[in-house]
């Protein structure tokens, strides 16, 4: 079974950028389709990126150019880089794993998150 650990996050001035990572032991990411969501208290998780195995991409509508999601299957990692960084996007970071399971879509593992802040 897929284990996830994110690693990059911290605390940036407005306008700065941050390089988030999930690397995944125990199956090859190929076989996964990944995606980046995030939590800030109070609301509800939601989709910052995602990536297909075959490398399509999918962004949510607030990224808007900012953030640019990518894989190195030969590493076993993911990665989002994230630009243009706004008070707004500090939250929790999460990535996730999700693969098809015959007629089921099944996410198969989260991370335990990583807090990004943008803050002055």
């Known amino acids: 079974q897929v284990q996830l650990v994110e690693s990059g996050g911290g605390l940036v001035q407005p306008g700065g950028s941050l390089r988030l990572s999930c690397a995944a032991f125990?199956?090859?990411?190929?076989?996964?389709?990944m995606g980046w969501y995030r939590q800030a208290p109070g609301k509800q998780r939601e989709l910052v990126a995602k990536?297909?195995?075959?490398?399509?991409?999918d962004y949510g509508e607030f990224v808007k150019g900012r953030f640019i999601i990518s894989r190195d299957n030969a590493k076993n990692t993911v990665a989002l880089q994230m630009n243009i960084l706004k008070p707004e996007d500090t939250a929790v970071y999460y990535c996730?794993?999700?693969?098809?399971?015959?007629?089921?879509?099944?996410?198969?593992?989260w991370g335990q998150g990583t807090q990004v802040t943008a803050s002055s």
């Open positions: 990536i297909t195995g075959g490398g399509s991409t």
């Open positions: 996730n794993a999700g693969a098809q399971r015959g007629a089921v879509y099944v996410i198969e593992a």
């Open positions: 125990g199956s090859p990411l190929a076989i996964y389709d």
